[in-house]
């Protein structure tokens, strides 16, 4: 999350994840669906980008578009929405 801008458009940044570890047969072990959609809401909220990795493959995203990816589009959307006050 971006935590400071100067007048010359430096920025520092925060590295935030869902610090999540394990590794499971399927998509998601229990709970980091929860933690996954939390992270995008608010990475939506504030208006960042979110950092995709697959191996050696960064893809960096509107965190509604990867909500997009995994069916909860609509869902995070509405979420953001809400945050911003927009809803």
Known sequence: M???ETPHGDRTWEPRTTRCTSTTQSTYAQGHDAK???FLVEAGVAGVQVRKSEEKVVVERDAVRIADDLGWGDDV???VEKG???A
């Open 2 to 4: 971006l935590l400071h």
């Open 36 to 38: 996954l959609r939390k």
């Open 77 to 79: 959307r509405k979420a």
């Open 84 to 86: 911003r006050g927009e």
